[in-house]
């Protein structure tokens, strides 16, 4: 079964940069699409961005698209999420997450059920 651990998370201005990682455990980390999600003050969950197990195909919530990229390194067992021009609205609890099923290249956003325990993000001046 594959735990995740995110990290990164910070206190940033506004129009900065930062890099978030979540690192699974077991050898079956690279067979799962995986995402990242975020939830905010008194909002739901929400999703952000996902890429298949292989990295070649990736979804981007239209609130962050242009500014965030989602990669992974299967080598390593960790994805990650690079979020550039941050804003203040993205200031919340960033989770990764993994998909329901191996293999599976269909990413829509309620197909991920295995959570991280998340990291922090504050865009704030």
């Known amino acids: 079964q594959v735990q995740l651990v995110e990290s990164g998370g910070g206190l940033v201005q506004p129009g900065g940069s930062l890099k978030l990682s979540c690192e699974g455990s077991g050898r079956t980390f690279g067979t799962y699409a995986m995402a990242w999600f975020r939830q905010a003050p008194g909002k739901e969950r929400e999703f952000v961005a996902a890429?298949?197990?292989?990295?070649?195909?990736?979804e981007y919530a239209d609130s962050v698209k242009g500014r965030f990229t989602i990669f992974r390194d299967n080598n390593a067992n960790t994805m990650y999420l690079r979020m550039n021009n941050l804003k203040p609205e993205d200031t919340a609890v960033y989770y990764c997450?993994?998909?329901?099923?191996?293999?599976?290249?269909?990413?829509?956003?309620?197909?991920?059920?295995?959570w991280g325990q998340g990291t922090q993000v504050t865009v704030s001046s």
């Open positions: 890429v298949t197990w292989s990295g070649h195909k990736t």
């Open positions: 997450a993994k998909h329901n099923s191996a293999y599976n290249d269909y990413i829509k956003p309620h197909l991920f059920a295995s």
